[in-house]
C-alpha cells in the first residue's frame, strides 16, 4: 500500500542531544513536509522540500535541520539547540504538483518526542 | 500573509446531535484553497476536504457538510447525526497563490459522547 511512515512512533531522549526522526513516502511525491505540534496548537511547518537536494525553512526551523538525499525520504533532526523539543512531529507529503496547484498533503502516523 | 482562525477549541456534543466547526480565513490573494484534516487519537491527519476560491458551491458527502462564504471569510464544517467514531480534532488551513506552505489553525477538540 502507498503511504508515508515514520519511525519510531515513540522516542525519548537525554537532554543534549540530537535525535533523528525517520519518514519515508512511497507515494513518488516530490514534496515533503515536517511539522510540529504541540499540545492544543495547530502544525507549524519545520522544514520542507519541494525536490530531492534542496529543502527551504519553515517558521520554526530554528534548532532543527534535515536532508533530501532521496526522493522518498526526508529525516529531520533535532540538535541539542532545539530549547524545548518535546512535541508530536509529523511528516507529509504532496503530488508533483505541490500545494500551490491545491494539492493535498498526505500525512505519516507521527512521532512523539520525549527528551528527558 | 496567511491566517485561520478556528474558534471554538472545545466542543462537546451527545450523540445523534448535529455540530458545525467554524473557521475564519485571511488571505489577500484572491486564488487559494482551504482544507480540512480530522487528526483521531491515533495522531495521523486524514484529508476530508479541498475547496478552491474560485468554487463557492457547499458540498455534502454523507454526514459531512461544508458551508464555503467569500462574503464572510469562512468555511464551516457541520456533521450532522454525530457519532462517537468523529471524536477527534479538526484543522482547518489554507494556502493562497502566493505561499508555498499550507497554514493551519489551532483545531477544534471534538467529543461525540454516547
Known amino acids: 500500500d502507498g503511504g508515508i511512515t515514520q519511525s519510531p512512533k515513540y522516542l525519548f531522549r537525554k537532554e543534549g542531544q540530537n535525535v533523528t526522526l525517520s519518514c519515508e513516502q512511497n507515494?513518488?511525491?516530490?514534496?515533503m513536509y515536517w511539522y510540529r505540534q504541540d499540545p492544543g496548537q495547530g502544525l507549524r511547518l519545520i522544514y520542507y522540500s519541494q525536490i530531492v537536494n534542496d529543502f527551504q525553512k519553515g517558521d520554526i526551523a530554528e534548532g532543527y535541520s534535515v536532508s533530501r538525499e532521496k526522493k522518498e525520504s526526508f529525516p529531520l533532526t533535532v540538535t541539542s539547540a532545539q530549547k524545548n523539543p518535546t512535541a508530536f512531529y509529523l511528516c507529509?507529503?504532496?503530488?508533483?504538483?505541490?500545494?500551490?496547484?491545491?494539492?493535498?498533503?498526505?500525512f505519516g502516523p507521527g512521532t512523539r518526542l520525549t527528551v528527558l | 500573509a496567511q491566517k485561520v482562525t478556528q474558534a471554538q477549541t472545545e466542543i462537546s456534543v451527545v450523540e445523534k446531535e448535529d455540530v458545525t466547526l467554524d473557521c475564519v480565513y485571511e488571505t489577500r490573494d484572491t486564488t487559494y484553497y482551504l482544507f480540512w484534516y480530522k487528526q483521531p487519537p491515533s495522531g495521523e491527519l486524514v484529508f476530508l476536504i479541498r475547496r478552491n476560491s474560485f468554487d463557492e458551491q457547499n458540498e455534502i458527502s454523507g454526514r459531512y457538510s461544508w458551508n464555503f462564504q467569500k462574503s464572510t471569510s469562512s468555511f464551516n464544517f457541520t456533521i450532522t447525526a454525530s457519532q462517537v467514531v468523529d471524536s477527534a480534532v479538526y484543522f482547518c488551513a489554507l494556502i493562497s497563490g502566493s505561499a508555498r506552505q499550507l497554514t493551519f489553525g489551532s483545531g477544534t477538540q471534538l467529543t461525540v459522547l454516547p
Open positions: 507515494l513518488n511525491h516530490d514534496a
Open positions: 507529509a507529503s504532496s503530488s508533483p504538483a505541490g500545494l500551490a496547484s491545491g494539492n493535498e498533503q498526505f
